[in-house]
Protein backbone atom coordinates (compact mmCIF):
# COMPACT_ATOMS: atom_id res chain seq x y z
CA UNK A 1 0.00 0.00 0.00
CA UNK A 2 2.96 2.46 1.06
CA UNK A 3 4.69 1.69 -2.45
CA UNK A 4 1.76 3.41 -3.77
CA UNK A 5 1.70 6.53 -2.20
CA UNK A 6 5.58 7.22 -3.16
CA UNK A 7 6.59 8.79 -5.90
CA UNK A 8 9.64 7.34 -7.04
CA UNK A 9 12.49 9.99 -7.00
CA UNK A 10 15.54 10.03 -9.96
CA UNK A 11 18.04 7.49 -9.23
CA UNK A 12 20.73 10.84 -9.69
CA UNK A 13 18.62 13.58 -8.55
CA UNK A 14 21.76 16.06 -8.87
CA UNK A 15 21.76 15.20 -12.40
CA UNK A 16 17.68 15.76 -12.75
CA UNK A 17 18.47 19.06 -11.57
CA UNK A 18 21.39 19.99 -14.05
CA UNK A 19 23.69 20.42 -10.43
CA UNK A 20 27.50 19.80 -11.17
CA UNK A 21 28.69 16.39 -10.42
CA UNK A 22 30.08 15.85 -6.32
CA UNK A 23 32.90 14.57 -6.21
CA UNK A 24 33.60 11.32 -5.14
CA UNK A 25 34.27 10.03 -1.84
CA UNK A 26 37.78 9.15 -3.17
CA UNK A 27 38.66 12.34 -4.37
CA UNK A 28 37.40 14.16 -1.37
CA UNK A 29 39.36 11.89 1.12
CA UNK A 30 42.04 12.03 -0.84
CA UNK A 31 41.97 16.55 -1.31
CA UNK A 32 41.53 15.62 2.93
CA UNK A 33 44.99 13.23 3.12
CA UNK A 34 45.93 16.32 0.61
CA UNK A 35 45.87 18.71 3.33
CA UNK A 36 47.22 17.22 5.70
CA UNK A 37 50.06 16.34 4.14
CA UNK A 38 50.55 20.15 3.72
CA UNK A 39 50.18 21.18 7.27
CA UNK A 40 52.72 18.30 7.70
CA UNK A 41 55.21 19.72 5.65
CA UNK A 42 54.19 23.24 6.84
CA UNK A 43 55.68 22.21 9.86
CA UNK A 44 59.07 22.04 8.92
CA UNK A 45 58.95 24.68 6.01
CA UNK A 46 57.79 27.20 9.10
CA UNK A 47 60.76 27.99 10.10
CA UNK A 48 62.40 28.91 6.22
CA UNK A 49 59.17 31.32 6.01
CA UNK A 50 60.04 33.05 9.55
CA UNK A 51 63.56 33.32 7.98
CA UNK A 52 61.96 34.76 5.00
CA UNK A 53 59.88 37.57 6.71
CA UNK A 54 63.53 38.11 8.47
CA UNK A 55 64.94 39.04 5.05
CA UNK A 56 62.09 40.95 4.25
CA UNK A 57 62.48 43.29 7.37
CA UNK A 58 65.91 44.08 6.30
CA UNK A 59 64.76 45.82 3.29
CA UNK A 60 64.59 49.35 3.12
CA UNK A 61 61.26 51.26 4.75
CA UNK A 62 59.07 54.06 4.01
CA UNK A 63 59.65 56.22 6.98
CA UNK A 64 56.53 57.57 7.07
CA UNK A 65 54.37 54.64 6.88
CA UNK A 66 56.11 53.31 9.37
CA UNK A 67 55.65 56.12 11.54
CA UNK A 68 51.62 56.10 10.45
CA UNK A 69 51.66 52.17 11.48
CA UNK A 70 53.88 53.00 14.98
CA UNK A 71 51.54 55.37 16.43
CA UNK A 72 48.49 52.73 16.58
CA UNK A 73 50.41 49.42 16.99
CA UNK A 74 47.19 47.24 18.15
CA UNK A 75 45.36 48.62 15.13
CA UNK A 76 48.41 47.38 12.95
CA UNK A 77 48.76 44.18 13.56
CA UNK A 78 45.15 43.60 13.36
CA UNK A 79 45.04 44.66 10.57
CA UNK A 80 48.14 43.09 9.25
CA UNK A 81 46.09 39.60 9.92
CA UNK A 82 43.31 40.93 7.90
CA UNK A 83 45.49 40.82 5.16
CA UNK A 84 47.30 37.94 5.07
CA UNK A 85 43.39 36.79 5.92
CA UNK A 86 42.52 38.54 2.21
CA UNK A 87 45.41 36.94 0.68
CA UNK A 88 44.56 33.37 1.65
CA UNK A 89 40.51 34.09 0.78
CA UNK A 90 41.64 35.15 -2.82
CA UNK A 91 43.80 32.39 -3.31
CA UNK A 92 40.95 30.16 -2.60
CA UNK A 93 38.44 31.86 -4.46
CA UNK A 94 41.27 31.82 -7.77
CA UNK A 95 41.49 28.29 -7.92
CA UNK A 96 38.01 27.73 -7.21
CA UNK A 97 36.14 30.03 -9.45
CA UNK A 98 39.15 29.78 -12.05
CA UNK A 99 39.10 33.77 -12.63
CA UNK A 100 42.19 33.68 -14.52
CA UNK A 101 44.72 36.77 -14.61
CA UNK A 102 42.02 38.68 -12.82
CA UNK A 103 42.62 36.82 -9.32
CA UNK A 104 46.08 35.94 -10.34
CA UNK A 105 46.71 40.13 -9.88
CA UNK A 106 44.33 40.23 -7.00
CA UNK A 107 46.28 37.86 -5.47
CA UNK A 108 49.92 39.60 -6.36
CA UNK A 109 48.35 42.73 -4.72
CA UNK A 110 46.91 41.73 -1.99
CA UNK A 111 50.44 39.71 -1.60
CA UNK A 112 52.55 42.73 -2.08
CA UNK A 113 50.03 44.99 0.19
CA UNK A 114 50.78 42.49 3.09
CA UNK A 115 54.61 41.77 2.39
CA UNK A 116 54.51 46.15 2.89
CA UNK A 117 52.59 46.63 5.48
CA UNK A 118 54.65 43.71 7.38
CA UNK A 119 57.67 45.54 6.87
CA UNK A 120 56.47 48.78 8.41
CA UNK A 121 54.61 47.03 11.10
CA UNK A 122 55.81 47.99 14.83
CA UNK A 123 57.86 45.05 15.78
CA UNK A 124 57.00 42.91 18.85
CA UNK A 125 59.36 44.24 21.32
CA UNK A 126 56.92 47.91 20.78
CA UNK A 127 53.91 45.39 22.43
CA UNK A 128 56.39 44.80 25.04
CA UNK A 129 57.17 47.85 25.94
CA UNK A 130 53.70 49.20 25.42
CA UNK A 131 52.13 46.12 27.60
CA UNK A 132 54.88 44.87 29.93
CA UNK A 133 55.24 41.38 29.81
CA UNK A 134 52.07 40.47 29.96
CA UNK A 135 49.36 37.69 28.18
CA UNK A 136 48.33 40.00 25.67
CA UNK A 137 51.71 40.15 23.52
CA UNK A 138 52.29 36.63 23.96
CA UNK A 139 48.52 36.30 22.66
CA UNK A 140 49.53 38.47 19.40
CA UNK A 141 52.89 36.35 19.08
CA UNK A 142 51.05 33.26 19.43
CA UNK A 143 48.06 34.33 16.45
CA UNK A 144 50.77 35.81 14.33
CA UNK A 145 52.25 31.86 14.25
CA UNK A 146 49.53 30.10 14.14
CA UNK A 147 47.79 32.81 10.78
CA UNK A 148 51.37 32.01 9.56
CA UNK A 149 51.33 28.42 9.66
CA UNK A 150 47.62 28.17 8.18
CA UNK A 151 48.29 30.45 5.74
CA UNK A 152 51.72 28.69 4.71
CA UNK A 153 49.61 25.21 4.43
CA UNK A 154 47.09 26.51 2.47
CA UNK A 155 49.75 28.29 -0.02
CA UNK A 156 50.92 24.35 -0.33
CA UNK A 157 47.58 23.30 -0.12
CA UNK A 158 46.79 25.02 -3.54
CA UNK A 159 49.95 24.69 -5.08
CA UNK A 160 49.59 21.27 -5.03
CA UNK A 161 46.03 21.56 -6.37
CA UNK A 162 47.66 23.56 -9.00
CA UNK A 163 50.46 20.85 -9.49
CA UNK A 164 47.66 18.26 -9.85
CA UNK A 165 45.23 20.35 -12.46
CA UNK A 166 48.51 20.78 -14.99
CA UNK A 167 48.61 17.18 -14.96
CA UNK A 168 45.18 16.68 -15.69
CA UNK A 169 44.36 14.78 -12.50
CA UNK A 170 42.17 16.94 -10.34
CA UNK A 171 39.49 18.74 -12.34
CA UNK A 172 38.03 15.77 -14.77
CA UNK A 173 34.84 14.71 -13.50
CA UNK A 174 34.38 11.98 -11.54
CA UNK A 175 32.25 9.55 -13.30
CA UNK A 176 35.66 9.43 -15.91
CA UNK A 177 37.83 9.02 -12.84
CA UNK A 178 35.55 6.51 -10.58
CA UNK A 179 35.76 4.81 -14.53
CA UNK A 180 39.58 4.57 -14.27
Given at each position: MTAAVRHPSPPNHDAALGAKPRLSRRWRYGLLALLVACLAVTGALLPMVWDLLDAFDRLPKLAGFQELLARWPGVSWSLMLVWGTAVSIAL?????????????????????????????????????????????????????SISLALATALYMFVVFLLSLSALGLLFTRPEEADEE
Open positions: VALVSTRSGWRGVLLVGALSLWAVAWYLHMPHVEQCHAMYGAGNICNTWQWIF
